[in-house]
């Protein structure tokens, strides 16, 4: 399997280093684009294969990762040659499969994807969308993705709120984590150790709900005991607007992407 890597940035560098470290790909077979090739030496030094031509790059490769910015994708992929049978998955915030599949081609299977930062650390959440490919074809999309987190697909015009609810969710999530720390800080801990229960607490929350399958309230039930204390926090922010101000967040992020 060789695949390249057009926009060796914040993204497609998470991608390539995480790839490489899931062993899914040899680093030597994965080859990363960008026009100040020398931003990403450091790649080469660990195997990669770095190279400023996108043609050179997309060459005999099974699949083609794009991770330019939105307004380059046009015109960096009008340049590229690619070949029937090549697979493209754009990363690329906002711009629709009708288009790319224009721009890549005819012959060429195409696909989004919608990654968030936690790739860095292959732990993100991956939203894939694609329309009529090959079952193969798919499944290899998301086994690659499965090597940097979880993935999932989803019907394209979700797209934008996958983004919201996924990369977007990240910096929601991290508001939390902050908040909880600065109150555990007022309550006794220390910076760092506040920040180390919070972390761990919030992890060890999303692995009870993924593997138990339960709704948050039933594990809600399971930790507030009448007139306890946990109840008695809970409705204080609720008394506060949490539920609210978290769902008027995430559709003011929707409502702005939307514009
Ligand atoms: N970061 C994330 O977690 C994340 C999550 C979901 C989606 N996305 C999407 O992924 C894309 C990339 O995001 P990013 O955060 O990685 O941005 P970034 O760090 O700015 O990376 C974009 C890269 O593209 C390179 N580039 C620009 N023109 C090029 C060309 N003609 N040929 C080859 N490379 C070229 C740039 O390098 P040079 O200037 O040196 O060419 C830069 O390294 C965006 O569309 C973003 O919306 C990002």
């Given at each position: 399997m060789k695949i390249a890597i057009i926009g060796g940035g914040n993204l497609g560098s998470s991608i390539a280093s995480g790839l490489a470290a899931s062993r899914f790909v040899d680093a030597k077979n994965i080859r990363i684009t960008r026009r100040n090739v020398q931003m990403i030496q450091h790649l080469k030094e660990k195997g990669f294969q770095i190279t400023n031509d996108n043609n050179k790059a997309v060459k005999g490769?099974?699949?083609v990762?794009?991770?330019?910015k939105p307004f380059q994708a046009k015109?960096?992929?009008?340049?590229?040659?690619l070949t029937q049978g090549q697979i493209l998955v754009s990363t690329v915030t906002g711009v629709w499969l009708r288009d790319l599949t224009i721009w890549a081609g005819a012959g060429i299977e195409v696909f989004r994807a919608m990654p968030n930062t936690a790739?860095?650390?292959r732990k993100s959440m991956t939203c894939i969308a694609h329309g009529k490919v090959q079952a193969a074809s798919a499944e290899l999309v998301c086994n690659l993705f499965n090597q940097l987190?979880?993935?999932?697909?989803?019907?394209e015009k979700l797209m934008d709120a996958a983004t919201v609810v996924g990369a977007c969710g990240i910096a929601y999530v991290m508001r939390f984590i902050r908040a909880c720390t600065q109150g555990g800080i007022q309550i006794g801990f220390s910076a760092q150790q506040a920040a180390l229960i919070v972390e761990h607490t919030v992890n060890g929350a999303a692995a009870l709900l993924l593997e138990n399958s339960t709704h948050p309230e039933q594990e809600i039930d399971k930790v507030t005991t009448p007139r306890g204390c946990t109840i008695a926090g809970l409705n204080e922010m609720e008394h506060y607007g949490f539920s609210s101000a978290v769902i008027k967040g995430l559709t003011a992020s929707y409502d702005k992407i939307l514009e």
């Open positions: 490769a099974d699949v990762i794009l991770a330019v015109e960096v992929l009008e340049q590229i040659h790739i860095a650390v987190g979880s993935s999932v697909v989803i019907d």
